[in-house]
């Protein structure tokens, strides 16, 4: 709910800054003004209206880093650097270099983007194969294990390691069902110009289609790919090239119908766009017991980077909250139910462990409120036929404050329907 609560902060400005927008277009047409005058209202305004907000807003996400620094189930939204400081996971202490053999999960680098998954469903289009998923809670699902190529001998726990470089050829088997990662040149089903991405075979059933190509595009600590001898868990960036169809692996949030349980669409994209981050991925969790443990000082996230990528995870689960068309729920709202609170909100899921709670507004500040506007709408009509036929309702500057007063109220609830 905290973030929906910055949301409102953040609508407050923009009503505030629209409002300053109209101000300042009014003295500008204000010849009587001096420039200077005109130029401080700028600066004052610039400074009071749009700088100390930001600067409030900005403090509350570094209150937020700061107080809430505990590992919940939702840490997947956020990015896996900014993850490595929480309380209550192991990132941070996951070896440091990945090699064949390692268990790993795989997140996307894009903003709001979740973890690589698979479940035993298939997909009822397509070639009905495992489904390929981004999703963005923890899940034993999210686990691929770093394999061999079909023409190299099958992994040997006792042979020498062999780490992840810029160029490897590896296979990603899906560590609870045992299917490769696979493409393969049947269109998506939903971006119908890319390969779907689906689950295929098993230990020893695949093709030559489960092999993909590592192509290192950073490092958060050592610099540019020159400077990467081995990929890293958590600041390597990197693509995965599809050996066979030389396309890129992307996940870029376009949801999935109920079939695939609304995550997201996982593709194999033909454009190679180096500039794409929907295309980038770093190694998330990572278990390998032949290695050591990694050091929490490598790790370190910007705030900037955090706050910008927290402000579009929110903006993307925001727009997600949609009901699902496929099931009937009675508890169900659309935003136009809520003016005058024909239904509330239901806030919870139904499982036995669960607190179930159901939210509803004052029905006096609500009904109020809608009530208000319209009726304030409606004279603002009635007045302006008056005007229009030369009858003289107001004293002067009347007018002027009561239009200011319908403008406000009017815009705000505007911005925030919907939110």
Not at 14 to 25: F, N, P, Q, R
Not at 90 to 98: G, K, N
Not at 186 to 213: F, I, Q
Not at 295 to 303: G, I, V
Request: net charge neutral; proline share 5%; glycine share 6%.
């Amino acid at each position: 709910m905290s973030e929906f609560v910055k949301w409102v902060g953040l609508f407050a400005t923009a009503l505030v800054g629209l409002y300053t927008i109209e101000d300042l277009w009014d003295k500008f047409g204000d010849l009587k003004m001096p420039k200077t005058t005109y130029l401080k209202h700028w600066l004052a305004r610039g400074l009071c209206l749009i700088f100390l907000p930001f600067c409030v807003y900005a403090i509350s996400f570094k209150l937020h880093f700061l107080i809430l620094n505990r590992s919940g189930p939702g840490d997947a939204q956020m990015s896996s650097l900014f993850q490595a400081h929480l309380k209550g996971n192991d990132f941070a202490e996951s070896p440091l270099e990945i090699a064949i053999g390692s268990k790993i999960t795989v997140k996307n680098y894009g903003y709001g983007g979740g973890l690589l998954h698979s479940h035993v469903q298939t997909y009822p289009v397509g070639s009905n194969q495992q489904q390929v998923t981004c999703y963005h809670y923890k899940d034993d699902n999210n686990n691929f294990i770093v394999s061999p190529t079909w023409n190299e001998p099958a992994y040997d726990p006792e042979a020498p390691l062999k780490f992840l470089q810029d160029g490897s050829v590896i296979r990603l088997v899906h560590a609870s069902t045992g299917r490769n990662l696979h493409s393969h040149a049947v269109a998506a089903p939903m971006t119908k110009n890319h390969y779907e991405v689906a689950g295929y075979g098993n230990a020893t059933v695949g093709d030559y289609n489960d092999h993909w190509v590592v192509e290192v595009v950073d490092d958060m600590h050592k610099g540019n790919k020159e400077h990467v001898e081995r990929i890293h868990a958590l600041t390597t960036r990197m693509r995965f090239k599809h050996a066979t169809l030389n396309c890129y692996l992307r996940a870029a949030n376009v949801p999935l119908p109920q079939w695939g349980f609304k995550q997201v669409e996982v593709t194999c994209d033909k454009e190679n766009n180096p500039k794409d981050v929907h295309t980038y991925w770093n190694i998330e969790s990572h278990w390998n017991d032949r290695l050591p443990k990694g050091n929490a000082q490598l790790y370190k996230s910007p705030f900037w980077k955090d706050f910008w990528h927290l402000n579009v995870a929110m903006m993307t689960s925001n727009n997600a909250l949609v009901p699902d068309p496929d099931k009937e729920d009675i508890l169900a709202s659309a935003p136009l139910d809520w003016p005058f609170l024909h239904l509330g909100l239901r806030m919870c899921g139904w499982a036995d462990n669960q607190i179930k709670y159901y939210l509803i507004g004052t029905p006096i500040i609500w009904w109020g409120s809608s009530i208000s506007l319209f009726v304030g709408l409606l004279t603002l009509g009635f007045y302006l036929m008056r005007m229009q036929r030369q009858y003289k309702d107001w004293a002067p500057g009347e007018w002027d404050n009561w239009l200011y007063v319908l403008k406000i109220a009017f815009s705000g609830w505007a911005f925030h329907y919907r939110k």
